[in-house]
Nanobody
Framework: QVQLVESGGGMVRPGGSLRLSCAAS????????MGWHRQAPGQPRELVAA???????TYADSVKGRFTISRDNGDNTLYLQMNSLKPEDTAVYYC?????????WGQGTQVTVSS
């Protein structure tokens, strides 16, 4: 069963913005904190932003000040607002519980930052 569905990726020029969305099940949202992860070719998957059930957020140093994670508990949706995008942000972005659960990894959404 697909429980997390990412969307909102695409191609954007450096300095541009994208907002990623992750539609989650209500059960996941009610039980776990959530996070956004990304993986570029040849690189390990990394956590870029996380939000607890209480709304406390954390960010990787590489995205701090540029990305904002948020959630809408009514819609069971996780968001990642990405501003001032850089080519180094190019990756497949995934949402998952935080800490991630293996069975919840989905297909992700591709973000490509290129001129």
């Amino acid at each position: 069963q697909v429980q997390l569905v990412e969307s909102g990726g695409g191609m954007v020029r450096p300095g541009g913005s994208l907002r990623l969305s992750c539609a989650a099940s209500g059960a996941i949202f009610s039980i776990y904190g959530m996070g956004w992860h990304r993986q570029a070719p040849g690189q390990p998957r990394e956590l870029v932003a996380a939000i607890t059930r209480a709304g406390i957020t954390t960010y990787a140093d590489s995205v701090k000040g540029r990305f904002t994670i948020s959630r809408d508990n009514g819609d069971n949706t996780l968001y990642l607002q990405m501003n001032s995008l850089k080519p180094e942000d190019t990756a497949v972005y995934y949402c998952n519980a935080d800490p991630p659960l293996w069975d919840l990894w989905g297909q992700g959404t591709q973000v490509t930052v290129s001129s």
